[in-house]
C-alpha cells in the first residue's frame, strides 16, 4: 500500500503526511537487514533447554499401536474445538496429539505474568455458550483462557485419548487401507482414519540471533517458557518476590513484553527493557463483567450472535451496533467511518484508501501523543513512540505498559533499530555499552516466516509420497483452506483461504470444526472410506482467492516484523497467503451454505 496523494484534505487536521512518511521510511531504514528471516536462531542443539515444559512433568507411558476414527495434531484451540464438533456429531473416538503437557496450545505455554486475550473474551473464547462459562473480564488473562481450554477438554471428553507431551515424527498416507499411519516421538505407531491439522502460527519459539548468545552465565529463558521456579510468584498474579534483589533485561518489545514489562517493573530490583522497535500502544480499558448484564445478554444463541457481529464490524458486514466493543471493532470503525465521510460520488478506491491512510495517520499521532502524556522521562518517551502505520505491526493495547517507565529501577535500552550487538558472560552489549544483569528473558516471540514443515516439525507425505513441501512449494493451495488435493482424510484447521479473519482467529476454528465435523459424520453414515478436494475444485478456490484485494496487512515498504517477511520480498507463494475475497463474513455465510446442503460441492467421497 502506498500513500496516496490525497486532494481533500480541507476537512482534516493539519498532518504533514509527506513529513511523516519520510519518518516512517527513515525509522524504517535503520531496522532492514539483510538476513531477513535468517536472523533468529532455530532453538535446538544447545538451545534446546530453552524448549523443556517448565509446567509439567513429563509421565511415562506405553506406545499406541491401535486405530482411532479421528487424529488430530496440536491440542490448542484448533484440536479442541474441531474434537467438540465431532463428539457433538457422535464421534468419539478422537485422538489430540500435543506436545505440551496438556491441551491449551499458545495458552499452555504462554503463561509469563500478565498474560491475556486482546480481543474480546466474549468472542476469542471458544465454546463459552457451549461450557457455561462466563468470562470474568472484557480481556480475560490466560490461566482463565488455559481453565476453558481444560474444560472443553474435560466436557468432551477429549481427555481419556489424547496423548501429551508427544511429538508426530511421521504422518503417511496409506492408500491400500485408506487410513493415515502416525508415528511419534514415544514409539507410537497407530492408524487413524482421518487426521485434523491444527499446529498453529506461534508456537515455535525463536531467539534472536545475537553474537555471543550461548556464553552467558546467569540466568536466562524464552517468555514462553517462564521460569517461575526462579522468579517467583505464578502464573495467576502473586508477586514474583524473587526478583526483588534482581537486575533483570527483557530482550523484545512486542505483544508479549507489553503484557509482562509491568509486573516485571513492580518486582525486579531494575529492569532493563531492550527495544528495536516500539510496539503501538493504545488503551486497554479491561474491567471485569457483570454476572447480572451476562446473564441478560446470554440467550440461547448468544455467542454465535457475538462473533457475527463481531466479524460484522471487523470484515464486510454491515453492522448497525458494535456488541463487542474492543481494540479491534474500534480500529474497523473508525477507518469505516473516515470512508463514510467521502460523498458517495467520491468513494473511489484512491479516495477510501487515501481516507483510510487519513485515519491511520490520526491514530497513529493520537498513540504517541499519549506516550508523551504518561512517560515522564521525555528522552525515552520519545524512544517509545513507534513511526509506522498501526497494522505493520501487531497493534497492542495497554494501560500500564508505558506507566511501567515511570517505575524507579525500570529503564528502556533503545537499541535505534540495531538490536542487540552482543550477549556476554555477564549481560548484553549495546552500543558499545556493556549491561550486567542477573537474568536475561527473550521476549523474541516465534517462528512465523519459516517453512511449515520446520514449524510442524514433520512432513505430512500424501498419496503416492506427494509431501505438502513440495504440494504447497509454490505457495499454500487448498479449498477453503481445509481440504488439499492429494491429501485425503485430512483436514487443516487455520485460517488461511478460508474466513481469514485474523483479529479473531477463534471464530475461523470453531467455524472450520463444524464444517469437518459435518464431512466426517457424512463419511461414516454413507461409509466413504476416502474424502478428497478434487484438484479442480482446488485450482478454482485458489482462482476465486486471487481475484481479492490481496494482503491488507504487513506491506513491503512497512518497518520489518512478522507480519511483513522481516522486511523482505516474501516471493509469489506470499500472493496465496489470502483469504475469501467477499470478506470473512460472507465466507462464514457461504460455508455455512455448503456444509448444511450436503452436497459438499468440490469434494468427493469413496
Ligand atoms: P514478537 O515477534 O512480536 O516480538 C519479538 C520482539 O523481539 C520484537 O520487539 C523484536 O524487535 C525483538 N527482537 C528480535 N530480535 C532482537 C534483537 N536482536 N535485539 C533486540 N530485540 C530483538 O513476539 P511476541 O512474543 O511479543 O508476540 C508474538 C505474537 O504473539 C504477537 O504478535 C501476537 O500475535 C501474539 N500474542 C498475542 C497476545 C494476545 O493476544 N494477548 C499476547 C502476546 C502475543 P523488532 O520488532 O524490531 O523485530
Not at 474491567?287 to 466479524?311: C, V
Request: hydrophobic fraction near 35%; charged fraction near 25%; charge should be negative.
Amino acid at each position: 500500500m502506498t500513500i496516496a496523494d490525497d486532494t481533500t484534505q480541507a476537512s482534516r487536521p493539519a498532518i504533514d503526511k509527506k513529513a511523516l512518511l519520510a519518518k516512517y521510511i527513515a525509522e524504517r531504514d535503520k531496522r532492514l537487514r539483510a538476513d531477513g528471516n535468517s536472523q533468529y536462531l532455530e532453538v535446538k542443539g544447545r538451545l534446546a533447554h530453552y524448549l523443556d515444559d517448565p509446567y509439567t512433568p513429563r509421565v511415562e507411558r506405553a506406545p499406541k499401536t491401535d486405530h482411532v476414527t479421528f487424529a488430530f495434531v496440536g491440542g490448542g484451540f484448533a484440536g479442541l474445538v474441531t474434537g467438540a464438533r465431532l463428539v457433538e456429531a457422535g464421534v468419539t473416538d478422537v485422538r489430540i496429539i500435543e506436545k505440551g503437557g496438556d491441551f491449551g496450545g499458545t495458552w499452555y505455554w504462554n503463561r509469563y505474568p500478565g498474560a491475556q486475550c486482546d480481543t474480546a473474551s466474549m468472542i476469542y473464547m471458544p465454546l463459552l455458550e457451549e461450557t457455561g462459562h462466563m468470562p470474568t473480564e472484557k480481556y480475560a488473562h490466560a490461566p482463565e483462557i488455559l481453565e476453558q481450554c481444560q474444560r472443553i477438554g474435560k466436557q468432551y471428553g477429549l481427555y481419556e485419548n489424547a496423548l501429551f507431551h508427544t511429538e508426530i515424527e511421521d504422518l503417511s498416507w496409506d492408500e491400500a487401507n485408506s487410513r493415515w499411519v502416525i508415528s511419534t516421538n514415544r514409539g507410537d505407531r497407530f492408524t487413524a482414519s482421518f487426521i485434523g491439522l491444527g499446529t498453529g502460527p506461534l508456537h515455535v519459539p525463536k531467539l534472536p540471533g545475537i553474537p555471543g548468545i550461548e556464553s552467558f552465565k546467569g540466568h536466562s529463558f524464552h517468555t514462553s517458557r517462564w521460569d517461575y521456579d526462579y522468579t517467583g510468584g505464578d502464573p495467576k498474579g502473586a508477586p514474583m518476590a524473587k526478583l526483588a534483589d534482581k537486575r533483570v533485561a527483557i530482550i523484545g518489545t512486542g505483544a508479549t513484553s507489553v503484557q509482562a514489562v509491568p509486573h516485571l517493573a513492580k518486582a525486579c530490583k531494575e529492569l532493563l527493557v531492550v527495544q528495536r522497535t516500539p510496539s503501538s500502544v493504545d488503551v486497554r480499558a479491561n474491567a471485569p463483567i457483570d454476572p447480572e448484564w451476562f446473564s441478560s445478554i446470554a440467550t440461547p444463541g448468544w455467542q454465535l450472535r457475538w462473533l457475527e457481529n463481531f466479524t460484522a464490524n471487523q470484515a464486510g458486514g454491515n453492522a448497525e451496533v458494535d456488541l463487542v466493543q474492543d481494540g479491534w471493532t474500534d480500529l474497523s470503525r473508525r477507518i469505516r467511518g473516515k470512508i463514510m465521510q467521502l460523498p458517495p460520488e467520491d468513494r473511489t478506491p484512491m479516495k477510501m484508501l487515501a481516507a483510510y491512510e487519513d485515519s491511520d495517520f490520526e491514530k497513529m499521532e493520537e498513540i504517541r501523543a499519549r506516550v508523551n502524556s504518561i512517560v515522564a522521562d521525555t528522552e525515552a518517551a520519545e524512544k517509545l513512540k513507534a513511526w509506522y502505520r498501526q497494522l505493520c505491526k501487531r497493534p497492542c493495547f495497554h494501560d500500564t505498559y508505558l506507566q511501567a517507565f515511570n517505575t524507579p529501577g525500570t529503564r528502556l535500552i533503545d537499541t535505534d533499530g540495531k538490536g542487540v550487538e552482543k550477549i556476554t558472560e555477564k549481560g548484553f552489549v549495546v552500543a558499545g555499552v556493556e549491561y550486567e544483569v542477573d537474568c536475561i528473558i527473550y521476549a523474541s516471540g516465534f517462528e512465523v516466516g519459516t517453512e511449515y514443515k520446520r514449524r510442524a516439525g514433520f512432513d505430512l507425505v500424501g498419496r503416492d509420497g506427494l509431501k505438502l513441501s513440495e504440494a504447497w512449494a509454490e505457495g499454500m493451495k487448498s479449498k477453503h483452506g481445509i481440504h488439499v488435493h492429494g491429501f485425503p482424510n485430512a483436514f487443516f484447521v487455520q485460517p488461511t483461504q478460508g474466513a481469514n479473519l485474523i483479529s479473531n482467529v477463534p471464530h475461523n476454528l470453531t467455524d472450520s470444526g463444524r464444517t469437518i465435523a459435518t464431512m466426517v459424520k457424512h463419511a461414516l453414515d454413507v461409509g466413504a472410506q476416502q474424502v478428497e478436494v478434487t484438484q479442480e475444485a482446488q485450482d478454482a478456490w485458489v482462482e476465486l482467492l486471487l481475484t481479492g484485494m490481496g494482503r491488507m496487512m504487513g506491506a513491503p515498504d512497512c518497518t520489518p516484523g512478522y507480519y511483513n517477511n522481516e522486511g523482505q520480498d516474501p516471493g509469489p507463494a506470499a500472493k496465496l497467503n489470502v483469504g475469501y475475497p467477499a470478506g470473512a463474513t460472507a465466507y462464514f455465510k457461504y460455508i455455512d451454505a455448503w456444509r448444511s446442503s450436503g452436497q459438499f460441492d468440490g469434494v468427493a467421497f469413496r
